[in-house]
T-cell receptor, first 116, second 112 residues
Framework: DVKVTQSSRYLVKRTGEKVFLECVQD?????MFWYRQDPGLGLRLIYF???????EKGDIPEGYSVSREKKERFSLILESASTNQTSMYLC???????????????FGDGTRLSIL | SQQGEEDPQALSIQEGENATMNCSYK?????LQWYRQNSGRGLVHLIL?????REKHSGRLRVTLDTSKKSSSLLITASRAADTASYFC????????????FGPGTSLSVIP
């Protein structure tokens, strides 16, 4: 079974802090994704990566950056945390088979991040 | 922008009953997926159905796709309390990007 592990289930940080969220997958998947999930807004794609050191912006990249130095690890960085970044953050991975949409995404259990 | 949207937003049924959730989308798709999310957890993939398929089964789950109506349905038969979760459809957008877009979800409560 694919396992996607997010480093923290709960995290509390202060405004202005630089925050790192880590995600590791163990199935050699090419694609990795970061989403945030907010009530009434569903899942929104922040960034994704299709290869080591490659990244693409999703729908809401402002205030975030990402890093993929190794295939199995994809990090989300909040450069200067703000209260409106309080949310549930979900990482996912998938195989590349010519498309982003023809393979299931495998999700971690999420990090519930609170910015005070 | 919302590509897929589930209906109803919330559904409450008795254990043993069938649960049906619908997903409507706006533009042509290549694939449609259904996911489940238990409270406080990540999403779990249930079924992927391609645009040239009309129906797929997995255990107690049955997914249909009607591309002429731009809609899909997820049927859970003989529901159990453990089926209580949110259910999301995810569609692609036929652009060069072809990312997956998740709907807002249906919250299903199965009462024992």
């Amino acid at each position: 079974d694919v396992k996607v592990t997010q480093s923290s289930r709960y995290l509390v940080k202060r405004t202005g802090e630089k925050v790192f969220l880590e995600c590791v997958q163990d199935m050699d998947h090419e694609n990795m994704f970061w989403y945030r999930q907010d009530p009434g807004l569903g899942l929104r794609l922040i960034y994704f990566s299709y290869d080591v050191k490659m990244k693409e912006k999703g729908d809401i990249p402002e205030g975030y950056s990402v890093s993929r130095e190794k295939k199995e690890r994809f990090s989300l960085i909040l450069e200067s945390a703000s209260t409106n970044q309080t949310s549930m953050y979900l990482c996912a991975s998938s195989l590349w088979q010519g498309s982003y949409s023809n393979q299931p995404q495998h999700f971690g259990d999420g990090t519930r991040l609170s910015i005070l | 922008s919302q590509q897929g949207e589930e209906d109803p937003q919330a559904l409450s049924i008795q254990e043993g009953e069938n649960a049906t959730m619908n997903c409507s989308y706006k533009t042509s798709i290549n694939n449609l997926q259904w996911y489940r999310q238990n409270s406080g957890r990540g999403l779990v993939h249930l079924i992927l159905i391609r645009s040239n398929e009309r129906e797929k089964h997995s255990g107690r789950l049955r997914v249909t796709l009607d591309t002429s109506k731009k809609s899909s349905s997820l049927l859970i038969t003989a529901s159990r309390a453990a089926d209580t979760a949110s259910y999301f459809c995810a569609t692609d957008a036929r652009t060069s990007y072809d990312k997956v877009i998740f709907g807002p979800g249906t919250s299903l409560s199965v009462i024992p």
